[in-house]
């Protein structure tokens, strides 16, 4: 049986505006920069590398929840399990099909090869630090934050217009670059060119596509005890990245008025346990106290708490239409379900401004 989570142990002297600029400057480095430069307790090796190792064994001191299983260490188990020797055919097969300069992957269509080496500067500047420079979540930050970063090599990402469990579109990737997720480490890009935007989201897509191709073929397997067919592996990745495979979730009718009769009607589905059900685990009150709300963790093995919809605070956006979104395609990677087949498009609008009004209450 393949283990899934493992627990982690965790000079001059100057006056006037001078003095207050120099001072000001080194009560921020102090505040956001050091904690992220200065080597933690019981660390020898203070290299890059060492920054990595270190955090990847880490446990959250404020959640001492596990960290995501490292890709490396997983392959380096089922090679003693099995006997395999798995982590060199990993590398080969992975860069003769989704190498930059693989004739695989250009016969795909999936990438803009250009668009990825461009992304590629752009993303070792502005996110690696969190993501880590392979996409896996596991940059030297990653141990200060909470919620953690997303772990791109698994190809799940919680906020799409797509199908549930379906890939993003590059328009969901570059939505939440523009607009960052609220209430997360996540920030928003805007200061970044649209053209660089591009760019990231191209390359996060390509960091994507390659993982899921080097984490299935080993989940494949570690489920069959052997080395797999890297073929068919790869099918079923470019499969999954394909337009045909992702179908964006539009509202299918008008948003009607958002008044106190679809209020109420929202109100009434809310409650619902045979319709939405949502009190389960956002509560009655919509404050993410329900009878279940301490039951879950999310698909990277973290603890997940059900929003408090009366915070009005949303990561996906707070518009109806990202609420919408969010009802009707769920949130990946979560206990939020897709409700898109089990109520009605009118009734996700009349669900949409019920949660609304949660988060306008005094």
Request: hydrophobic share 35%; charged share 25%.
């Amino acid at each position: 049986m393949k283990p899934t989570l493992r627990q982690r142990p965790a000079q001059h002297r100057t006056c006037g505006s001078a003095t207050t600029g120099t001072f000001v400057l080194a009560l921020a480095a102090a505040l956001f920069i050091a904690p992220f430069l200065r080597a933690p307790d019981g660390m020898d090796d203070t290299t890059a590398e060492g920054w990595v190792d270190w955090q990847r064994a880490a446990v959250n001191d404020r959640d001492e929840g596990p960290f995501d299983f490292p890709f490396e260490e997983d392959v380096r188990d089922c090679e003693a399990e099995y006997e395999l020797e798995l982590a060199s055919v990993i590398a080969m097969e992975s860069e003769a099909r989704f190498g930059l300069d693989s004739t695989a992957l250009a016969a795909t269509g999936l990438i803009d090869v250009e668009r990825v080496r461009a992304g590629r500067v752009s993303f070792e500047q502005h996110c690696s630090g969190c993501h880590g420079t392979t996409g896996d979540g596991g940059g030297p930050a990653a141990r200060y934050l909470k919620p953690r970063p997303r772990n791109f090599r698994k190809g799940l990402f919680k906020f799409t217009s797509t199908d549930s469990g379906s890939r993003p579109l590059r328009e969901d990737l570059f939505g939440t670059l523009t607009r960052g997720l609220v209430g997360s480490s996540m920030p928003d890009f805007r200061l970044l060119s649209e053209e660089k935007r591009w760019d990231l989201v191209e390359y996060v897509r390509y960091l994507a596509i390659r993982g899921e191709f080097e984490q299935l073929f080993l989940d494949f397997c570690w489920e069959e005890g052997e080395l797999v067919d890297a073929n068919e592996t790869a099918e079923i990745v470019v499969d999954r990245w394909s337009g045909a495979s992702m179908r964006p979730i539009y509202p299918a009718s008008l948003e009607p008025d958002n008044d106190a009769a679809s209020i109420e009607r929202g109100r009434e589905i809310y409650l619902d346990g045979a319709r939405a059900n949502c009190a389960a685990c956002h509560g009655d009150e919509g404050r993410g106290d329900g009878p279940s709300a301490t039951a879950f963790e999310d698909a990277w093995g973290y603890p997940v708490q059900p929003r408090d919809l009366t915070s009005g605070v949303f990561r996906a956006g707070s518009r109806a239409a990202d609420l919408y979104r969010s009802i009707a395609t769920g949130i990946n990677g979560t206990p939020m379900p897709a409700f898109a087949g089990s109520i009605t498009p009118d009734e996700m609008w009349d669900l949409t401004h019920f949660v609304q009004s949660l988060g306008n209450r005094d």
